[in-house]
């Protein structure tokens, strides 16, 4: 089988723990350091961040627990992102909340990142949103820069078209190895849009930021969340689990291979999750769950 791309995929965990909120969670940094712990020994070894997340602070936050037991550093894998500018205490000099990828500024947003994450090397830089003003051949200069360096592993993007990836792939010798978009029950743009047969065309890895709709898939009140949630707790009630291990499960029932990202800082969720990937959706609940969310039944 030819991929055009890479033929190994994401060498990343199944579930990813992302650190959005991490500033939110009030742990110490030895707190932070046995949540990390924790979620290694759950086999969740890829952690998602971003420069911005937390107005820059959470990178630092994960950083200060990883170097309480910096030997944890080779047993995990490292996602962080770059190129959004976002106003904020810790960054006076930004004035606009906007796009940047001039190649100055992503170099400096990863040496950044490494300073704050304590970190000699990022396994997998993405490019957090697309830019009007994205010069892709000198975006692919710098990333085949950083990559000579030794500081950057693996590149990747999020929230980019089929088409702006391949702009971006097309000037590139390294493949792209992710696109982290929304995915969720409650957001189907992606999974009609062509971006997951992209990736499958690709190999490339679909991470799934905010699987739970920032958690309206179990709050939400409009008709579209309650439809889904009567179809979630009648699955959840058959099979003895629970509603957010029906919600991952049918990501992960996807043939494109999505990795979710999980946000809550409470391993119980997260042991939830890992659990759920053993949870094998039958084709019947996969489309339940689909039409529910689309408000009519197929074509």
């Given at each position: 089988?030819?991929h055009?791309?890479?033929?190994?995929?994401?060498?990343?965990?199944?579930?990813?723990?992302?650190?959005?909120?991490?500033?939110?969670?009030g742990?110490s940094?030895?707190?932070?350091?046995?949540?990390i712990?924790?979620?290694?020994?759950?086999?969740?070894?890829?952690?998602?961040h971003?420069?911005?997340?937390?107005?820059?602070?959470?990178?630092?936050?994960?950083?200060?627990?990883?170097?309480?037991?910096?030997?944890?550093?080779d047993?995990?894998?490292?996602?962080?992102?770059?190129?959004?500018?976002?106003?904020?205490?810790?960054?006076?000099?930004?004035?606009?909340?906007?796009?940047?990828?001039?190649?100055?500024?992503?170099?400096?947003?990863?040496?950044?990142?490494?300073?704050?994450?304590?970190c000699?090397?990022?396994?997998?830089?993405?490019?957090?949103?697309?830019?009007?003003?994205?010069?892709?051949?000198?975006?692919?200069?710098?990333?085949?820069?950083?990559?000579?360096?030794?500081?950057?592993?693996?590149?990747?993007?999020s929230?980019?078209?089929?088409?702006?990836?391949?702009?971006?792939?097309?000037?590139?010798?390294?493949?792209?190895?992710?696109?982290?978009?929304?995915?969720?029950?409650?957001?189907?743009?992606?999974?009609?849009?062509?971006?997951?047969?992209?990736?499958?065309q690709?190999?490339?890895?679909p991470?799934?930021?905010s699987?739970f709709?920032?958690?309206a898939?179990?709050?939400?009140e409009?008709?579209?969340?309650?439809?889904?949630?009567?179809?979630?707790?009648?699955?959840?009630?058959?099979?003895n689990?629970?509603?957010?291990?029906?919600?991952?499960?049918?990501?992960?029932?996807?043939?494109?291979?999505?990795?979710?990202?999980?946000?809550?800082?409470?391993?119980?969720?997260?042991e939830?999750?890992?659990?759920a990937?053993?949870?094998?959706?039958?084709?019947?609940?996969?489309?339940?769950?689909?039409?529910?969310?689309?408000?009519?039944?197929?074509?």
């Open positions: 089988m030819r055009q791309y890479h033929p190994l995929g994401f060498e990343g965990s199944r579930i990813a723990q992302g650190f959005w909120r991490c500033l939110e969670w742990m940094p030895a707190e932070r350091l046995g949540f712990e924790a979620c290694l020994d759950l086999g969740v070894t890829t952690f998602d971003a420069d911005i997340y937390g107005k820059y602070q959470c990178e630092s936050l994960f950083g200060e627990a990883l170097a309480l037991k910096p030997a944890l550093r047993k995990m894998e490292i996602v962080t992102k770059c190129g959004v500018l976002l106003p904020a205490e810790r960054r006076p000099e930004i004035g606009l909340h906007r796009y940047d990828y001039r190649s100055k500024h992503i170099i400096e947003s990863v040496d950044a990142s490494l300073a704050a994450l304590q000699d090397y990022i396994d997998t830089l993405l490019l957090h949103r697309p830019s009007p003003l994205l010069d892709a051949d000198e975006v692919a200069q710098t990333l085949d820069h950083l990559f000579t360096l030794g500081k950057v592993k693996h590149f990747g993007v929230n980019f078209s089929a088409a702006q990836f391949d702009l971006l792939q097309s000037r590139l010798d390294a493949p792209l190895v992710v696109n982290q978009v929304e995915l969720s029950p409650l957001a189907l743009e992606h999974f009609k849009d062509g971006t997951l047969e992209h990736a499958q690709h190999a490339v890895t991470m799934a930021w699987p709709a920032g958690g898939v179990f709050s939400g409009d008709d579209k969340a309650e439809r889904i949630r009567s179809v979630l707790q009648a699955i959840a009630n058959s099979r689990v629970t509603m957010d291990q029906v919600v991952i499960a049918w990501l992960l029932r996807h043939p494109s291979g999505i990795c979710p990202v999980m946000g809550s800082g409470k391993i119980e969720r997260l939830r999750a890992v659990d990937t053993r949870l094998l959706l039958s084709d019947d609940d996969w489309f339940r769950i689909w039409i529910a969310s689309q408000g009519h039944p197929v074509p």
